[in-house]
Nanobody, 122 residues
Framework: QVQFEASGGGWVQPGGSLRLSCTAS????????VGWFRQAPGKEREAVVC????????FYEDYVKGRFTISRDNTKNTVYLQMNSLKPEDTAIYYC???????????????WGQGTPVTVSS
């Protein structure tokens, strides 16, 4: 059974940092494109970043480049999202997401995990 366990969300002041974790079971994160989407209150869900399975390339959306970093620990079967210089507009529920087929370089992000809430405010 495919499952994602997202954790690490919480409240932080503007300029602060958080690290989100997405721990997978039922599949190997190194075999799939795995990433993060987010959904802010009253807004549509949007992509944040994804890491490809083959060579670990990361695909960042412009609004998080230079501030967020995605990484993968294959020994823990976990993908991380380090978020620095957080802004109020980063407030959202952050979701793990995975390609529905292996070795597809983030082009088929259709398998969703649970979300973890992030609130950035003073």
């Amino acid at each position: 059974q495919v499952q994602f366990e997202a954790s690490g969300g919480g409240w932080v002041q503007p300029g602060g940092s958080l690290r989100l974790s997405c721990t997978a079971s039922g599949f190997t994160v190194a075999d799939y494109g795995v990433g993060w989407f987010r959904q802010a209150p009253g807004k549509e869900r949007e992509a944040v970043v994804c890491i490809s399975p083959a060579d670990g390339r990361a695909f960042y959306e412009d609004y998080v480049k230079g501030r967020f970093t995605i990484s993968r620990d294959n020994t823990k079967n976990t993908v991380y999202l380090q978020m620095n210089s957080l802004k109020p507009e980063d407030t959202a529920i952050y979701y793990c997401v995975r390609d529905d087929v292996p070795q597809h370089d983030c082009g088929r992000l259709q398998v969703w995990g649970q979300g973890t809430p992030v609130t950035v405010s003073s």
